[in-house]
């Protein structure tokens, strides 16, 4: 079966497990700290290798091996436990190659039993993400609705930006931009969960147009933002040019996701030693003051030969962004996608990501930066290891 990554949070029997995932979608959860990880790694001499073994050999009914794992916090679910939550179910994992997977393991016992009534269990490894080429509008019109958690969004600025067909294709009058902008939002509102958020970025000179199309299309505006860039372009004659606008909206102005640990910042207060400071910091302000990644900069993608780089979006920003808006296993779409931060950003956080990008090149090289990104989270250890 073959279930694509936009689908997965749709597929009527799946059950999410794996490396970052907290047990969402329908069906019973599984987090990986109740079921998965019901033990401490590293109290075991062997380490996971050894707690992996344990733990097989407890799911197939071995309660001694049961009883050589370290206690952990939460009871222990039995084999008959297993078969009843999973029977017939879909279990979509996200595990890397060569990392056992429990998913796997559950199913191995419950299909490998055949006094079991339980239906077979199938293990589908989705794909973590999905670079889609073609024009934002008609790939966003043709993805079931509903299903995204996040669009980030930080499309053409409408500046003179050559993004491969000169420089007139970002000039437009301002009214038919304004009118893009509005096709834009309605196919992005259409695509939004119901609990699902909106993160855009735009020039300063079309805040307004952006503003006015959001709550157009249906959204509710939460917050306007600055991004400060703290190395922005020098202009002469003129005030150096560093700051952009960004929009935060809300499909339901009542339910979204929004993790304060990930807006925190140093407070005044903990700077000065005041004993009243809360040692976790504060969230930040809606000015957030982040380098933009210049043509000189390490992280800035080189573009591939004949092409001129887009902008490019810091990593730690969009990162900020993925982490404070949406949790483990969610779906974000970026429909500009450019070079592919948001992916990198969403793969390395164990988020699923589906891209647009007009153009093939563009999108190769977003495919290859997001899979190399992939690669460095499977190297990454489980933290409870
Ligand atoms: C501002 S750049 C995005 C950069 C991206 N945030 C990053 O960090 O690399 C805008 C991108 O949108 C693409 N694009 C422009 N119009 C588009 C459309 N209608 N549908 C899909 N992509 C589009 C451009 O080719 C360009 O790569």
Not at 212 to 232: K, M, P
Not at 330 to 342: A, E, H, N, R
Request: proline share 7%; with cysteine; hydrophobic share 40%.
């Amino acid at each position: 079966m073959i279930v694509h990554v936009h689908e997965m949070s749709k597929h009527p029997d799946a059950v999410y497990i794996g490396r970052e995932c907290s047990g969402r979608g329908r069906g019973p959860s599984f987090t990986r700290s109740q079921w998965a990880n019901p033990w401490n790694w590293k109290t075991l001499p062997g380490g996971r290798a050894e707690a992996v073994a344990l733990f097989r050999r407890w799911l197939a009914g071995d309660l001694e091996a049961a009883a050589m794992l370290p206690p952990g916090r939460w009871p222990r679910p039995t084999v008959e436990d297993i078969r009843r939550e999973l029977a017939g179910r879909v279990l979509a994992c996200w595990c890397g190659p060569g990392d056992p997977c429990h998913g796997h393991v559950l199913a191995e016992i419950a299909n490998g039993d055949p006094s079991s009534a339980a239906k077979q269990i199938a293990v589908v490894h989705p794909p973590a993400f999905e670079v889609v080429v073609g024009d934002c509008v008609n790939v966003l019109n043709a993805m079931p609705a509903g299903t995204a958690d996040l669009v980030v969004a930080d499309p053409p600025y409408n500046i003179g930006i050559d993004y491969g067909d000169g420089r007139g294709a970002d000039e437009l009058p301002s009214y038919r931009y304004a009118g893009m902008v509005r096709e834009w939002m309605l196919a992005i509102e259409r695509v939004l969960s119901p609990a699902g958020t909106l993160w855009v970025v735009c020039d300063s000179a079309y805040g307004a147009a952006f503003d006015r199309a959001i709550v157009e299309a249906g959204l509710t505006i939460r917050d306007r933002g600055v991004w400060h860039e703290s190395f922005g372009v020098w202009r002469r004659g003129l005030f150096g040019k560093c700051w952009r606008p960004w929009f935060y909206a809300v499909k339901d102005r009542r339910r979204f996701t929004f993790n304060e640990a990930a807006f925190m910042v140093r407070s005044r207060r903990q700077e000065i030693g005041d004993r009243r400071a809360n040692p976790a910091g504060k969230v930040r302000s809606n000015v957030w003051t982040f380098s933009r990644v210049a043509g000189t900069f390490r992280e800035r993608v080189k573009p591939p030969a004949g092409e001129k780089p887009p902008t490019q979006l810091p990593l730690a920003m969009v990162r900020m962004v993925v982490d404070g808006f949406t949790n483990p296993g969610d779906l974000i779409v970026d429909p500009f996608t450019g070079t592919g931060t948001t992916g990198v950003a969403a793969v390395q956080t164990g988020r699923r990501f589906v891209g647009i990008e007009l153009r093939e090149t563009w999108a190769a090289v977003a495919r290859q930066r997001i899979e190399a990104a992939t690669a460095d989270v499977t190297e990454r250890r489980d933290p409870h290891d």
